[in-house]
């Protein structure tokens, strides 16, 4: 089945050769079916005449199906290479959420936007508690259902506006940019959106007969007006998060600059 597959791919691929291949095609089948034609009519034309009715009416066949069989397939794969190119630099390939390498150059956009506007975002860094005793015992690919799933809800609790991100293993991001001007408001906005994030992984994720649980670790690190760094962020996050598994995981901390 599998090989069935990779031989219909490779023959629906059209390449610039094969494309002008279908063009010569077309316009000698064109030309030829004209030629036939004019051969075929009862009267005789003069010869300037006919080159105008065969260069007019190859033009005319011709154009629309060279577009359709050749000119139209021909972009659309120039298309759909280079969506699999960003996809393969920009997106996580199990989650389809954006890497790491996007992820930073949303942040510094999100921080620029939060220091011209002095408002506060986030930035909230989630671990998963258990995630590698499911792998462990379960597999790899019991692994991965539960990381597709569990980036499928983090989608599904946050605004459009609101970045999510796999950065590796079983670490997600959650980029916030706008929050409120107050930091007292701000951060009981935060409090409540990491327990609406904990409250939707907490629910049972299917597996070939199996039943596994999820919780999450997150750390928080508020974002101001400040001058950061995104690695200086993460790290900061990534510290309150192991605060948050210090304390018993499935914990919301905070990363407290003193």
Same mark, same amino acid.
């Given at each position: 089945?599998c090989? +069935? %597959?990779?031989?219909n791919i490779?023959?629906?691929?059209?390449t610039p050769s094969?494309?002008?291949?279908?063009?010569?095609? &077309?316009i000698?089948?064109?030309e030829?079916?004209?030629?036939?034609?004019?051969?075929n009519?009862?009267?005789r034309?003069s010869?300037?005449l +006919?080159? %105008?009715?065969d260069?007019?009416?190859v033009?005319?066949?011709?154009?629309?199906?060279?577009?359709?069989w050749? &000119?139209?397939?021909?972009? +659309?794969? +120039?298309?759909n290479?280079?969506k699999?190119?960003n996809?393969?630099?920009?997106l996580?390939?199990?989650?389809?959420?954006p890497? #790491?390498l996007?992820?930073?150059?949303?942040m510094?956009?999100? &921080?620029a936007?939060? #220091?011209r506007?002095?408002?506060?975002?986030?930035v909230?860094?989630?671990?998963?508690?258990?995630f590698?005793?499911?792998?462990?015992?379960f597999?790899?690919?019991?692994?991965?259902k539960v990381?597709?799933?569990?980036?499928?809800r983090?989608?599904?609790? %946050?605004?459009?506006e609101?970045v999510?991100?796999?950065?590796g293993g079983?670490?997600?991001?959650v980029?916030i940019? #706008?929050?409120?001007v107050?930091?007292?408001t701000a #951060?009981?906005?935060?409090?409540?959106i990491?327990?609406?994030?904990?409250n939707?992984?907490?629910? $049972?994720?299917e597996?070939?007969?199996?039943?596994?649980t999820?919780?999450?670790s997150i750390?928080?690190?508020l974002?101001?007006?400040? $001058?950061?760094e995104?690695?200086?962020?993460?790290r900061d996050?990534?510290?309150?998060?192991?605060?948050a598994?210090?304390s018993?995981?499935?914990?919301?901390?905070f990363?407290?600059?003193n």
């Amino acid at each position: 089945m599998c090989d +069935q %597959t990779k031989v219909n791919i490779s023959m629906n691929k059209i390449t610039p050769s094969i494309a002008i291949i279908r063009i010569g095609t &077309i316009i000698a089948v064109v030309e030829l079916l004209i030629m036939l034609l004019i051969g075929n009519a009862p009267y005789r034309f003069s010869l300037f005449l +006919q080159a %105008t009715i065969d260069t007019v009416l190859v033009l005319m066949i011709s154009i629309p199906f060279i577009h359709i069989w050749a &000119i139209k397939p021909l972009l +659309q794969e +120039q298309i759909n290479a280079v969506k699999k190119a960003n996809e393969k630099a920009f997106l996580d390939p199990l989650t389809k959420l954006p890497n #790491r390498l996007i992820l930073s150059d949303y942040m510094q956009r999100y &921080i620029a936007g939060i #220091r011209r506007h002095e408002i506060y975002g986030a930035v909230l860094l989630l671990d998963l508690d258990n995630f590698k005793y499911i792998n462990d015992n379960f597999g790899h690919e019991a692994g991965d259902k539960v990381l597709i799933e569990v980036g499928r809800r983090l989608k599904s609790v %946050t605004r459009p506006e609101d970045v999510i991100s796999r950065i590796g293993g079983d670490e997600f991001v959650v980029l916030i940019g #706008r929050l409120d001007v107050d930091k007292h408001t701000a #951060r009981n906005k935060l409090l409540g959106i990491a327990n609406k994030l904990q409250n939707v992984l907490s629910g $049972n994720i299917e597996y070939k007969n199996h039943l596994f649980t999820t919780h999450a670790s997150i750390g928080i690190r508020l974002l101001d007006s400040d $001058n950061l760094e995104v690695e200086t962020v993460l790290r900061d996050a990534d510290q309150a998060m192991y605060q948050a598994k210090d304390s018993g995981k499935n914990n919301a901390v905070f990363f407290e600059n003193n």
